[in-house]
């Protein structure tokens, strides 16, 4: 995703006005003055982002669509609320300093109808994709991995330095909106509070099913590990991280480990899963004036994980000069042990921890 | 004309009503003429990058480390 100026970000196409949208005009959805001769005045008033009034703009005409919108996670963000939640102890709705802390920081990451049908992300500065054309879906690079960009991005495209990227990107081309759909993300799944547990979340085997007996180890494990186990490749990991505007501290790392599944659903029924080392510490909310999160150890530090660099041929899959067929992976270095633990993380994650 | 016929005509007017009251526009018609011939439009200057370069406003430095995973 290439920067842009910020007179970019604004810079509308003629084509637009030839659109749907563009025919309503201007000032339909974003108020202000027209008649204004000057920058100041003609944006007094302004409507930066009508999406951000979902039901009184997009809502107008797309009823339909938006309908579920307060259901989606990216417009709620009731994942990070949750994990908030659960390390805190307690309902922080009733906290205003908590969510006061929440909205100016966390809540940055929400996305309204705009950020991905028409501009880049308000994270990243926003800016036209296609001169306020609306795109349908999604652009994959300038939308979703703009903000899922550091993990999922980078292993789908093959930016981690020595690692292929996923073969459903570059051997078929396919976008995130192949397997992400229009419905999970508008919303449909109203108990959804984190992407595993939404109902509409795509899983391999809505695609896959017909490989459940297609080789011996298909036919040992199907079902038992998830796909990932097998087919993904080491993932980048952060340890902590800080509120406050300081961001990631520490450097991110690159692994590959094999844990219990810490959600195991009707779904998700998996044994074993990827498990990914999150980017949480005891400290994460000290500007909050949180200095030591109360229930650190209500959740693992190494979470379900669903690498995006899927490969047919893995360094767990290819057993050649192996003694046996499962040499790669049993009581191997892919397994969570104790010993890959900080002493302050043990309580939080020993429940997952494999024994060799 | 029976009073049973004077009702179901009533009732048919009724339901025409209200199926044309929904298809209205909630929109005007495109104003783009009007803009386009306007010297101080929102179009003038957004489809204009020379004007835009002139009054942006240089943005914050942005935090590459930024994204959900």
Redesign the interface.
């Known amino acids: 995703m290439s ?1 842009l ?10 084509s637009f ?1 030839n659109s749907t949208h ?7 959805c ?1 108020l ?1 003055n ?4 000057d ?1 100041e005045a ?1 944006h007094e008033g302004l409507v930066a982002m009508p999406s951000d009034s979902v039901d009184h703009f997009c809502g ?2 797309h009823a339909d669509i938006v309908v579920n919108h307060k259901n989606s996670l990216h417009t709620n963000l009731k994942c990070y609320y949750t994990q908030i939640e659960k390390r805190l102890g307690y309902d922080i709705s009733g906290d205003p300093s908590v969510v006061r802390n929440f909205n100016k920081e966390c809540a940055k ?1 929400h996305a309204s109808c705009g950020q991905c049908h028409v501009t880049r992300p308000v ?3 926003g800016g036209f994709i296609d001169g ?1 054309n609306f795109n349908k879906e999604p652009n994959s690079k300038d939308n979703c991995t ?8 980078a292993e789908y495209f093959g930016e981690n330095e020595g690692i292929p990227g996923d073969v459903h990107w570059y051997s078929q081309l396919m976008h995130c909106s192949a397997c992400h759909t229009a419905d999970a993300m508008h919303g449909s799944s109203a108990t959804a509070k984190n992407r595993y547990t939404d109902t509409d979340m795509v899983r391999c085997e809505d695609c896959h099913a017909d490989k459940k007996t297609a080789n011996t180890f298909h036919s040992m494990h199907w079902g038992q590990l998830s796909c990932q186990v097998c087919h993904s490749q080491p993932y ?1 990991n952060c340890n902590s991280c800080h509120t406050g505007g300081e ?2 501290t520490g450097s991110s790392y690159i692994t590959f480990k094999i844990a219990k599944n810490p959600i195991k659903s009707p779904e998700r029924n998996y044994e074993y899963v990827p498990v ?1 080392h ?1 980017p949480i510490a005891r400290n994460t909310f000290a500007s909050w004036g949180i200095s030591d999160l109360p229930n650190y150890n209500a959740e693992p530090t190494w979470k379900y994980a669903t690498p995006h660099n899927i490969q047919r041929w893995t360094a767990q899959t290819d057993t050649t000069g192996s003694a046996w067929c499962g040499a790669k992976c049993h009581n191997s270095d892919y397994w969570l042990t104790l010993e890959d633990l900080a002493p302050d993380e043990v309580e939080a994650n020993k429940d997952i921890v494999l024994t060799k | 004309m029976s009073k049973k016929h004077v009702l179901v005509l009533l009732a048919l007017l009724a339901v025409t009503v209200l199926i044309l009251a929904q298809c209205t526009e909630k929109y005007p018609a495109a104003t783009k003429e009007l803009n386009l011939a306007s010297g101080n439009s929102c179009v003038n200057c957004h489809l204009d990058a020379e004007k835009l370069k002139k009054v942006a406003t240089p943005l914050p430095p942005s935090n590459s480390d930024a994204g959900e995973g």
């Open positions: 920067p100026e910020a007179w970019e970000l604004v810079l509308v196409k003629g006005l563009g025919a309503l005009g201007c000032t339909a974003h202000g027209p008649q204004a001769t920058k003609a107008s005409c990451c994270s990243v500065n306020h703009a903000c899922h960009g550091s993990r999922v991005g980048k961001g990631i990914r999150v």
